[in-house]
């Protein structure tokens, strides 16, 4: 495995796939899902061979998400809606309490990173349900995952990753922006 500046073949295909993957997310367009299926297998492979367990078991639960996204969202895509307040806050305290109790397996088995990893697993793992969902929040979450997987992925060394997720960051950011005037438009 090579560290450094230097990226693996692997790396780079994953990056790119995952990139029109997110992108064609912002659209709203149905096709985005199968390209963050084999992304995520892509990345899956990646992680586990660096030892970011969370990162890689993260990977299944998108390819899952990316089936429901394919079927919930219809041939038209998605339709954004909001969530209620208390659904905010179960979301956040669900997101806490599940890292709490994941970090510190992520430490005995030896993980490159336990609190950060475990953190941004969750708030994945709420982001790609909300998306699924059609809510235009998971843009918001998603923003503040792929800030905290920028500076993950640079401190492993992951820098084609690491700069990746720093352009997701600013595709989340048009994501939220697009998805909440079209929510705007329609409610």
């Given at each position: 495995?090579?560290?450094?500046?230097?990226?693996?073949?692997?790396?780079?295909?994953?990056?790119?796939?995952?990139?029109?993957?997110?992108?064609l997310g912002v659209t709203g367009k149905r096709i985005t899902w199968p390209w963050w299926a084999v992304s995520s297998a892509l990345y899956g492979i990646l992680f586990i061979q660096w030892d970011?367990?969370?990162?890689?078991?993260?990977?299944?639960?998108?390819?899952a998400a990316a089936i429901g996204g394919w079927f919930g969202w219809g041939k038209k895509g998605a339709i954004p809606a909001a969530l209620s307040n208390s659904f905010r806050l179960y979301t956040?305290?669900?997101i806490?309490?599940?890292?709490?109790?994941?970090?510190?397996?992520?430490?005995r088995?030896?993980?490159?990173?336990?609190?950060?990893?475990?953190?941004?697993?969750?708030?994945?793992?709420?982001?790609?349900?909300?998306?699924?969902?059609e809510k235009y929040e998971s843009w918001t979450l998603w923003l503040i995952v792929d800030l905290g997987y920028t500076a993950l992925y640079f401190t492993q060394e992951l820098y084609l990753t690491s700069a990746l997720y720093l352009v997701f960051t600013v595709?989340?950011?048009?994501?939220?922006?697009?998805?909440y005037a079209t929510y705007k438009r329609t409610h």
């Amino acid at each position: 495995m090579w560290k450094g500046l230097m990226m693996s073949t692997l790396e780079i295909i994953a990056a790119t796939v995952s990139l029109i993957g997110v992108i064609l997310g912002v659209t709203g367009k149905r096709i985005t899902w199968p390209w963050w299926a084999v992304s995520s297998a892509l990345y899956g492979i990646l992680f586990i061979q660096w030892d970011l367990f969370a990162s890689a078991a993260l990977q299944l639960i998108f390819i899952a998400a990316a089936i429901g996204g394919w079927f919930g969202w219809g041939k038209k895509g998605a339709i954004p809606a909001a969530l209620s307040n208390s659904f905010r806050l179960y979301t956040v305290i669900a997101i806490v309490l599940a890292t709490l109790a994941l970090a510190p397996i992520l430490d005995r088995l030896g993980a490159a990173s336990t609190y950060a990893d475990a953190i941004l697993l969750f708030g994945s793992i709420a982001a790609q349900i909300l998306m699924v969902y059609e809510k235009y929040e998971s843009w918001t979450l998603w923003l503040i995952v792929d800030l905290g997987y920028t500076a993950l992925y640079f401190t492993q060394e992951l820098y084609l990753t690491s700069a990746l997720y720093l352009v997701f960051t600013v595709v989340a950011a048009v994501g939220w922006k697009s998805w909440y005037a079209t929510y705007k438009r329609t409610h």
